[in-house]
């Protein structure tokens, strides 16, 4: 026996000894009784001790000495049993909290991941095997992160978990309600041993996210079976709540004796107390609300993705809460991938009723979030790095991905044809069209937003290309469309005779929890720093063209409707395709005539395409192999292409990383290209340029730049840049019947050889009147055919005599063919 055991051992028995002692003493003037010991498992039990004699001090030591050794082992072993009372389980199961809190520290202080070391010598190095890695404490170097940045976010990698302890991770995922506040409560004590920091200082507490399960749960197939276990699910967010107080800790007041209680929120409720503690007086016990501790709680609203909902279905969704840190961290058309605890409550009857129904509500309260693109890549804002992935990079997959990805974008930038890569890559299945995608390539990447300040002219310019695509049926514009909402890194597919006024920019409904007014976000809105496609354009109503004014000059959304005023933000870009109204387009009148289009809206988009089905024998027998090639068994690649992810992961990155400068070379070269667009007209009454087409010119020119990954405008973006412009204007603005460029058709619906028609013939028809007073159709119009020397055209004629009656001049006195028109005096 030890010495330590020995001294331990001989101190028990003296404390006995004397405790005997005393016992007799008191024995001794008492009568003799029995002494039974009660056998209960809640009771201690403690080791039954015969009373000694007076004879005792007359015993063998040694016999003393086995006697007080045997009690002394039964003393150790009650202790034991005690210590083995003293263990908690979950409430149901044989789960020991000490041990899962034994797991989880060991898990925190020993798992190691192996990164490689980041080396910027080694960045044009394509050998993977001669990049270094090393082995890092990953989630204690999180801690330190957390103490330096003052965060309060630790994020735990389900992966690594499953890796490091599978019963851990499977207990995590089926008991969240009594692990995470347990986990919660250890990785604080954890974090105040490692920094010193005292239990009675206030910090920050920290909160476990924990995200990567493994499965991931399609939201139409959430089953009673996920109820109160974590599940991660993907979705579209549609709708962003205000922040909600929630309840923390309740502050109750006894009304007789003003005795005060604090109640702690345990599984999501508060019980009310029903005794005062300190007078007993029972349902005494109010609540005092302003004393009351509460929370932050916003309701986000999530719906399945276009690509996951089967065909003929309609999109589900799902009730989503996110507390504290979690909140405004998204915004409307984000697409996330969300791990939560999946939660059921009963509803009421009624709103007075307290007696519940048999139907349940579900929702989700949210640990974590993750922004993904649409192909389930992690992606960051634009503004910087999403806050749920600040703490420790390298403890995602995710982000050793996007790492080989940078990496293979940064590779591709350097090529010298990577314009044209790019642009065999956008719908490669369409034949030709290849200023038309170079022109929606330079939309996808887009310009730079500029906002001066108020010394520098002030005001915002937008940095987004809108594009109009008309033409003949049959021609793939709808197919352009569909790619460009595949690829483009947020957007919104929408159809022109389908969409209304209000489900483009936002609409106003009723909460079904609180019945108040709340607004929710139109295609417009959803597609804001993305994409909006917009099919049928020609379609729409001239109520719900009129608010595309608003969207495509300032960006943003007026919204005055049931109380609710407001200005929301909608930065997207608008991509449109338009039939011509007579099928066919008729090159003998003007965009605004064959389109019908208000010449207020066509003036807002950069560039207008025509795509015409001409019949050519040679270019319809390419056309025809080209699409027959799709359908065979193995179809030719005539050209490498760069693959959907790849191409859409490019210009994520392209948008959020290069912001291009024009250098003083391109200045001189826009403006000298914009004077050159100006003389095209030939004359100073016809304007075949305005300012907005300069705007276009910057925003194309940037857009250039930023497909070759260049942080300087160059004269050659500029080049092509008016190249695109005049390529567009050439097919939409030309006039047919003088044959040269004429924006007057784009801006006023009339070319600028028609307007000075009109204007003789309005002079004519006031000259003949100063010699009568009253005319018919017929008699002026040959009078006028002598007059101009040529054929009089029927539409300037019917446009001259409106003028003049709107004037006032003359007044429609009826007639039908020989409708008469006197002179007002």
Request: glycine share 4%; with cysteine; proline share 4%.
């Amino acid at each position: 026996m030890s010495e330590n055991n020995k001294q331990s051992r001989e101190d028990f028995i003296k404390s006995l000894r004397e405790n005997n002692k005393k016992e007799n003493d008191i024995k001794r003037k008492l009568p003799k009784v029995k002494e039974e010991v009660i056998e209960d498992e809640d009771v201690e039990m403690k080791p039954k001790v015969e009373p000694m004699s007076d004879n005792d001090d007359n015993y063998e030591d040694n016999d003393k000495s086995n006697k007080f050794e045997d009690l002394f082992k039964d003393a150790v072993e009650q202790n034991q049993k005690q210590e083995k009372k003293a263990d908690i389980f979950f409430l149901g199961t044989n789960i020991n909290v000490n041990d899962v809190l034994t797991r989880f520290r060991d898990f925190i202080n020993n798992f190691k991941l192996n990164v490689p070391i980041s080396n910027n010598n080694n960045n044009n190095n394509n050998n993977n095997n001669n990049i270094e890695t090393e082995d890092r404490y990953v989630y204690l170097e999180m801690l330190d992160q957390c103490f330096k940045s003052k965060k309060n976010q630790c994020n735990i990698n389900f992966k690594n978990l499953q890796k490091f302890d599978k019963t851990l991770y499977h207990q995590w995922i089926r008991y969240p309600n009594e692990m995470i506040p347990i986990l919660d409560q250890k990785i604080n004590e954890i974090y105040r041993e490692r920094f010193n920091i005292p239990e009675d200082e206030d910090y920050k507490r920290l909160e476990l996210r924990p995200f990567n399960i493994g499965k991931l749960t399609p939201m139409r197939f959430l089953n009673p079976s996920d109820i109160d276990q974590i599940i991660s699910i993907r979705g579209l967010i549609i709708r962003t709540s205000s922040i909600i107080p929630d309840l923390k800790q309740g502050f109750f007041q006894c009304a007789v004796c003003e005795f005060s209680q604090v109640v702690d929120l345990i599984k999501g409720k508060i019980s009310e107390p029903s005794q005062c503690e300190n007078c007993r007086s029972k349902f005494s016990m109010t609540m005092t609300h302003n004393r009351c501790t509460f929370g932050d709680k916003q309701y986000i609203k999530l719906q399945e993705t276009p690509d996951a909902i089967p065909e003929g279905e309609t999109p589900h969704t799902v009730a989503l809460f996110t507390f504290d840190d979690l909140i405004d961290i998204t915004k409307p058309g984000d697409r996330v991938e969300i791990t939560g605890v999946f939660k059921a409550n009963p509803m009421r009857a009624s709103g007075s009723n307290k007696s519940l129904r048999s139907i349940y509500k579900t929702y989700i309260d949210v640990l974590h979030i993750k922004r993904t693109d649409k192909h389930g890549v992690s992606v960051d804002d634009e503004n910087g790095s999403a806050q749920e992935m600040d703490n420790m990079d390298y403890d995602s997959e995710e982000f050793e991905v996007s790492k080989e990805k940078e990496r293979e974008i940064l590779e591709l930038s350097k090529r010298p044809d990577i314009y044209d890569l790019v642009t065999k890559s956008l719908a490669p299945s369409i034949w030709e069209l290849e200023d038309v995608k170079k022109g929606i390539l330079c939309q996808l990447f887009g310009g730079s937003h500029k906002a001066f300040e108020e010394g520098g002219g002030g005001g915002r310019f937008r940095g987004d290309i809108n594009i109009l695509l008309c033409g003949d049926p049959g021609t793939s514009k709808s197919q352009l469309l569909s790619f460009v909402h595949k690829i483009a890194p947020r957007g919104i597919y929408t159809s022109g005779k389908g969409s209304s006024a209000v489900g483009l920019t936002a609409y106003v409904t009723k909460d079904p929890d609180t019945k108040e007014s709340v607004l929710e976000s139109g295609a417009l809105v959803l597609s804001d720093k993305g994409v909006c496609c917009i099919d049928e354009f020609d379609k729409m109503s001239d109520q719900t063209r009129s608010i595309l004014h608003e969207v495509m000059e300032q960006q943003t959304v007026s919204v005055a409707k049931a109380g609710i005023i407001c200005s929301l933000n909608a930065r997207t870009s608008i991509l449109a395709s338009a039939n011509p109204k007579e099928s066919r387009y008729n090159p003998n009148i003007s965009v605004v005539e064959n389109i019908q289009l208000p010449p207020t809206l066509l003036s807002r988009f950069d560039l207008i395409y025509l795509i015409l089905d001409k019949p050519n024998e040679k270019s319809d027998r390419m056309l025809s192999r080209h699409l027959v090639s799709l359908y065979w068994e193995v179809p030719q690649a005539p050209y490498f292409t760069l693959p959907k992810d790849l191409l859409s992961s490019y210009i994520t990155y392209a948008r959020k990383n290069i912001n291009p400068v024009i250098s003083d070379e391109s200045v001189s070269r826009l403006v000298n290209g914009y004077l050159d667009m100006r003389a095209l007209g030939g004359g100073k009454t016809t304007i075949s340029a305005t300012p907005r087409q300069l705007e276009s010119l910057i925003r194309l020119s940037e857009a250039h730049a930023r497909i070759r990954f260049s942080k300087v405008v160059e004269p050659l973006d500029v080049e092509e840049a008016i190249r695109l412009v005049k390529a567009a204007l050439q097919q939409v603005a030309i006039d047919h019947k003088t044959g040269k460029i004429d924006m007057d058709l784009i801006t006023t619906g009339r070319s600028s050889t028609s307007r000075e028609l009109i204007s003789k013939i309005k002079k004519e028809i006031e000259e003949f009147l100063d010699t009568s007073k009253e005319f018919t159709i017929d008699s002026i119009s040959k009078h006028l055919s002598q007059k101009i020397k040529q054929l009089l055209p029927a539409d300037e004629f019917k446009e001259s005599l409106r003028q003049l009656e709107y004037e006032n001049l003359i007044k429609n006195q009826g007639g039908g063919l020989n409708t008469l028109f006197i002179r007002v005096k």
